[in-house]
């Protein structure tokens, strides 16, 4: 079992939508969530963190925690063509630094 | 501020021969993390350097890798009689000592021919 699974899509959806992307991890323990977005040819970048079950905002973009269920999802509302990109979902191994990535869900947002 | 860099952005090499990928991180950032992502591909985790406690190797694919950071700051990856298969783009990321997240470099994409 992959220690942090996403869809690897593409999840297509029309401009204005939201578009969903969904995580789960294996490692219970784990305390610090985040999710980078990726466009082609360029290195991820952070939109957001996590550390408490429930949903976090930020702009257009909310990301939900559930520990027990161990999963984690981000939310984009009002998707523009510019949110197409690969989204990557990361864990972080607790008591440490080291950070566990998964493959990445590509969200195309059509105009 | 600046931000992560890395040199060189573009590394096309004989197979066989030596590489030296070069990481300076956020001034003051603690952590840093070599990655290795291949075309399409998820990042993989090769090593990551934490303050003086020694690194975390478990990624490395094999010894033909090692890295070193000297000073608590600038990261040398080093790959010896590269292989094909080391062809990729190798991401640094840093953070700091608080917080987690990890900010990253622009990458070095290295060609073996």
């Known amino acids: 079992q992959k220690e942090v699974e996403q869809n690897s899509g593409p999840l297509s959806v029309p401009e204005g939508a939201i578009a969903s992307l969904n995580c789960t991890y294996s490692d219970r323990v784990s305390q610090s969530f985040f999710w980078y977005r990726q466009y082609s040819g360029k290195s991820p970048e952070l939109i957001m963190s996590i550390y408490s079950n429930g949903d976090k905002e930020d702009g257009r973009f909310t990301a939900q925690l559930n520990k027990a269920s161990q999963y984690v999802s981000l939310l984009i509302r009002d998707s523009q063509p510019s949110d197409s990109a690969t989204y990557l979902c990361a864990v972080n191994v607790a008591g440490g630094f080291k950070t566990i990535f998964g493959a990445g869900t590509r969200l195309f947002v059509k105009a | 501020g600046a931000g992560v860099s890395q040199s060189p952005s573009n590394k096309v090499t004989e197979k066989g021969k030596d590489v030296e990928l070069r990481c300076d991180p956020i001034s003051g950032h603690t952590a840093l993390y070599w990655y290795r992502q291949s075309l399409g591909q998820g990042l993989e985790f090769l090593i990551y350097?934490?303050?003086?406690?020694?690194?975390?190797k478990s990624g490395l694919p094999s010894d033909r890798f090692s890295a070193e950071r000297t000073g608590g700051s600038v990261s040398t990856l080093t790959i010896q009689r590269t292989q094909q298969e080391d062809s990729a783009v190798y991401l640094c990321?840093?953070?700091?000592?608080?917080?987690?997240?990890?900010?990253f470099g622009p990458g070095t994409r290295l060609t073996v021919t």
């Open positions: 350097f934490q303050g003086n406690s020694a690194p975390d």
């Open positions: 990321a840093s953070s700091s000592q608080r917080e987690v997240e990890q900010y």
